[in-house]
């Protein structure tokens, strides 16, 4: 028998998302040897590390990563920044070509394959971390960055919005200038690169298996309320 239908915000055809979930610990960073979390320099050091993790191919749009280095470095000169990327593909040749067109072969290190296991330690290493990927259903890599400590600079319009805050634990632009837009801002921009990096490093995202378990009981939930009948 059908029971009569409770008036409610929710609708039938939202869609809910799971996010996706990590084992947070493996990549929480590490206190500095003095004790406690290490303090970000303000403003950071020259070059800005930028570590991009990523298949090294065209749907990824790797040669526009060197893009946004070549402008950046136009605009702060040689030697301001560095780009590590970290993943195999079959776009290394055609980036390494692109690098020394563009005139940075010299800050753009790429490493080929990085085992999962050696990001923690590659990360430590890094400022921020840089995605140029349109087609980024959700973009693990940059959240296993983020839970490392890293602020995340990407493109609006992707799954990396639905876990990075802009302004909050990293920057989010509309378009490939805004990224190099936003890279200089981090490199000159009084005290917001310390504040996103101490964000990203003292605040884990919510993407701990704990928190996954909750969103799903909540979807749960929520199909119970919305479903009004008895078989």
């Not at 610990?25 to 206190?31: C, D, I, K, L």
Request: hydrophobic share 40%.
């Amino acid at each position: 028998m059908w029971h009569r239908r409770s008036r409610s915000r929710e609708l039938p055809g939202e869609v809910g998302v799971l996010p996706n979930g990590l084992d947070l610990e493996e990549w929480r960073p590490r206190p500095s040897p003095q004790g406690g979390p290490q303090a970000p320099a303000d403003p950071p050091p020259a070059p800005l590390r930028i570590v991009a993790t990523q298949r090294v191919a065209p749907r990824k749009r790797s040669g526009e990563l060197v893009d946004v280095v070549a402008a950046v470095t136009r605009r702060l000169g040689p030697g301001s920044v560095r780009l590590t990327v970290a993943g195999d593909g079959p776009d290394l040749a055609r980036v390494r070509q692109r690098a020394r067109a563009a005139g940075v072969s010299g800050a753009v290190e790429l490493l080929g394959r990085v085992p999962r296991t050696e990001l923690p330690a590659l990360y430590a290493q890094q400022d921020v971390f840089l995605s140029v990927a349109r087609l980024e259903a959700f973009g693990i890599a940059a959240l296993e960055a983020r839970a490392a400590g890293l602020p995340v600079v990407a493109l609006a319009g992707t799954g990396i919005t639905s876990f990075i805050t802009d302004g909050v634990d990293g920057l989010i632009a509309p378009d490939d200038e805004g990224l190099a837009s936003a890279v200089v801002r981090l490199a000159t921009e009084p005290g917001l690169y310390a504040r996103l990096r101490r964000t990203a490093r003292t605040t884990p995202p919510a993407a701990g298996w704990d928190d996954v378990l909750a969103a799903a009981e909540r979807e749960y939930s929520r199909a119970r309320r919305l479903v009004r009948f008895r078989p």
